[in-house]
């Protein structure tokens, strides 16, 4: 409520309430809003985000959505955060033209399913999850910062990842260089972090992470 007649609004910040639900929005005349922050909240489903045509960013994290489902619509959208949420599965992520980062860390994910279709993104924040396998990733082609740190891979499938710049592998329970072979296709790797991981305990560890990713 309140918002009508702000139809040059283009930065809408309400988080850190009580909201349960997203309403009224899609009859407020928006069009021009970019921007939309509703984090810690009590939000429990995504919806009532119609009439926002140029929205580029939603922070809807740190609430209590369980599914990632009715923005389809949202063309413009750049940027997507749901990290601390309730998310057990990703469904069919719709192909948004212009999603760049999509932010999940510490949901509730054993898989990364769903995702094959969002082949814009750069940026990937899947970290504190329940995740052991990278296949559902092998079509991101200009994905450059991916982190599943504090996850559940034994061993890293990225060898189709060729735009990758940056890696966080900490804390999962790789063990081996072998499990970590894949990072010689990605010759643009700049940073790997495998702290906590078992293999970093190795005392060959960086040679044997030198020898697989010179660059």
Request: with cysteine; charged share 20%.
């Amino acid at each position: 409520e309140g918002l009508d007649g702000l139809a040059h609004l283009e930065v809408l910040a309400l988080s850190f309430n009580k909201i349960a639900k997203i309403d009224g929005l899609e009859r407020a005349g928006l069009d021009a809003l970019r921007e939309l922050y509703l984090a810690s909240n009590q939000i429990c489903a995504i919806e009532g985000l119609g009439g926002l045509p140029s929205l580029r960013l939603l922070e809807l994290g740190s609430n209590k959505i369980r599914s990632v489902s009715n923005v389809a619509h949202l063309n413009s959208l750049e940027e997507l955060h749901l990290g601390r949420n309730k998310i057990t599965a990703l469904g069919e992520i719709p192909q948004l033209p212009k999603l760049a980062l999509l932010g999940l860390a510490s949901n509730r994910l054993r898989s990364l399913d769903g995702l094959g279709a969002v082949a814009t993104l750069r940026e990937l924040y899947a970290d504190h999850n329940g995740i052991d396998a990278m296949g559902a990733l092998s079509g991101l082609l200009r994905l450059h910062t991916l982190d599943l740190s504090c996850n559940r891979l034994a061993a890293v499938e990225c060898a189709t990842l060729t735009a990758l710049e940056e890696l966080w592998l900490n804390e999962n329970p790789i063990e081996s260089a072998a499990d970590l072979a894949d990072l010689a296709r990605l010759t643009g790797l700049r940073t790997v972090y495998l702290a906590g991981s078992p293999i970093a305990h190795s005392p060959d560890y960086r040679a044997e992470l030198c020898r697989l990713v010179p660059s």
